[in-house]
């Protein structure tokens, strides 16, 4: 051979014949048995002899012809195969059935086929018929083994074979003729003379076989479609002579080996595994498939050759696509544990794409190879598959993303509330983009390409969580606000308030209410700036504005009454009373002298003081209009059901307006009147004593 040893051949895979390694003969197998049964081993020893990975670097071919012409011995010599060759001392038949042998250092399967003669005694023409039938849907090439003496023997065993061959063969493209391809696929039929004397030339011998075959040809009846064809439209044909064995052996033995060439040597113009014959069934398929085509060939039905590469390839594109997804099924369960316990995966698309990647790869390497249609829509049934298995991790990534990022989204924005100097929808609005990009980066990343997978409800999901947080931290700040509002408030109504209180003066309330009305305007533009920042919607802003309005009378109302308990109201009573009482209109502290008008100064001050009481126990202003109006709780629907709700304080505006009762007034009158009584009697007292002197 002229091939260089490291060329890789792709239609043929056989090795020139300086292959280095010497490789032992392959262990033959009996594909079909006596019973015509087909092996369940054919894969085990294409796997043996390391074909199941050839694809379509393998040649096939089959020899045909009668008993004991000769045909394993000649298969052994060109192959280096090991069939049984007949026992010449014993005249010992071999065993029936077809066999299959791996050809020695090249990627060749020859199948032999051992029959009886049974034309000759009309009792296995079936079986001859099947091992064509069978032979022709799987060969490149069929050896059609005979004695030159039996060229011309129209009516010969090798003729009825040939018939036959040409009947099976016409049957094949009937049911496969709609099929354009079909009609392409060319079989060579290489015929070997053995025994050739040389008397009569290879020329001569050949133009007698045509003769004859086409003679077969004619007599066959054509199916619909077919009857113009003619051999050539379906065989290629070929004629090697060879000399007697025995006679001969030297010249037979080299002539077997130039014939090997023919074999191996791709290079040689009369290369017999010509691509074109090749039957394109990929090396791993073909245990199922020649079995089937048995099954076919055995039940009688017709046999559909391109039917069967369809069924084949759905076969074995599903074999292919299930070890492919096994495979990936076990490399991405390690996924499901931390998504499920809620971590968020970093580089969970990378890998995913990975993985899928890698099953469409191992997919595509064996079955692209299948028919193309059956190839295209298994591919597609796979991805679908590997994308469905997928799909919850791309769900549970995103879930536990969504959980991620709204925690960090509330933590940072707590983080930020909790410093000094903030605009509180600077920080929501910043931090809210920063968690969207960040959801999105991370969805992106999980999407698949080739997938239908979106993730723009979990996208809404997470602006409305992400909303809700803000609200809630809006909430929370402005009750912060407030509160502190109301404290500024306090503190600017308290000192006016006591010193009013202290002074009781007719406009004593005009004073209390005019500093509670600034301090009041005061504290809701204040809010109102604040409440700007916050994005505050309207009816926040309504109800923020009320509770502060309703806290800041409560705290005036509180400064009140705890400026008029009974000790410090008495004791406001007392200093009014002891002013009018024990000094002068100038304020000069009074000597009580015996001819003073005792009785009607002091009728004077306590009639005064107790004129106050009234005064303190309701808060109204002079002016009109000082006065202060606020709603009470019942006013509006929506705080009085709060108030039934325990949520909020009952707030009665008009009731807080009284600062004692009735009842409470005339107890402090009374014991106001008590007190006077003592200073009157002491200023009687006084005077007596200092007539006494
Ligand atoms: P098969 O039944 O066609 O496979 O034939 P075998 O290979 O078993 O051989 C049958 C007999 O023919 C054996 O005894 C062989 O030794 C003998 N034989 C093999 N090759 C030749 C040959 O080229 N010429 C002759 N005359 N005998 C051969
Ligand atoms: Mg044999």
Known sequence: ???????????????????????????????????????????????????????????????????????????????????????????????????????????????????????????????ERKSALFSMASAECLIVNMWEHQVGLYQGANMGLLKTVFEVNLGLFQAGKSRSHAAKEKTLLCFVIRDHIGATPLENLRNTLMADLRRIWDSLSKPEGLESSTIETFFDFDFVTLPHKLLQPTEFDSQVASLRTRFTDSSRKDFIFRPEYHKRIPADGLPHYLESIWEQVQTNKDLDLPTQQELLAQFRCDEIANAAFATFANDVKVFRRPLETGEVLADLGTLMGAHRGKAIEDFDKAASRYHAEVYKRKRLDLLEKLNSTLSPFFLGQLKNLHKKVVA?????????????????????????????????????????????????????????????????????????????????????????????????????????????TEALEKAESAYMKKARSFNCTEEENVRALRTLKRRSWLSLRAKIDEQTVDSILINKLRTAFEDRFRYDEEGVPRVWRPDDDIDTIFRKARDETLALLPLYSKIKPQEPSREVSLPSTADDAESASAVERGEEEEFDFPASLVVFSETRKVELGNRFRKEADAYYVEAKRSTVSSIAQ
């Open 408 to 516: 960090f989204f509330r933590a940072s924005v707590l983080e930020k509330l909790r410093g000094e100097n903030y605009d509180f929808s600077t920080v929501v609005s910043s931090e809210r983009k920063k968690a969207l990009i960040a959801f999105e980066t991370g969805a992106t990343a999980i999407k698949l390409k080739d997938t239908d997978w979106a993730y723009d409800d979990e996208y809404e999901q997470l602006k409305q969580s992400v909303d809700d947080i803000a609200d809630q931290c809006r909430a929370e700040e402005t009750k912060k606000m407030v509160l502190q509002i109301e404290r500024m408030v306090k503190k600017d109504v308290a000192e006016p308030t006591e010193l009013a209180l202290a002074r009781p003066k007719a406009d004593m309330w005009d004073q209390i209410l005019v500093a509670f």
């Open 1 to 127: 051979g002229t091939a260089a040893p490291f060329t890789t051949q792709t239609s043929t895979a056989a090795l020139p014949d300086s292959s280095p390694a010497p490789v032992a003969p392959s262990e033959r197998i009996q594909l079909i048995d006596e019973e015509q049964k087909f092996t369940p081993t054919m894969g085990e020893a294409l796997r043996r002899w390391q074909l199941e990975d050839a694809g379509f670097g393998y040649d096939l071919c089959a020899v045909l012809g009668s008993q004991s012409t000769g045909k394993s011995t000649l298969l052994n010599k060109l192959f280096g195969t090991s069939f049984d060759v007949m026992d010449e001392s014993r005249r010992q038949q071999t065993t029936k059935g077809i066999w299959m042998c791996r050809g020695q250092g090249m990627n060749v399967l020859v199948m032999d086929v051992e029959g009886t003669d049974g034309r000759e005694r009309g009792e296995d023409q079936d079986f």
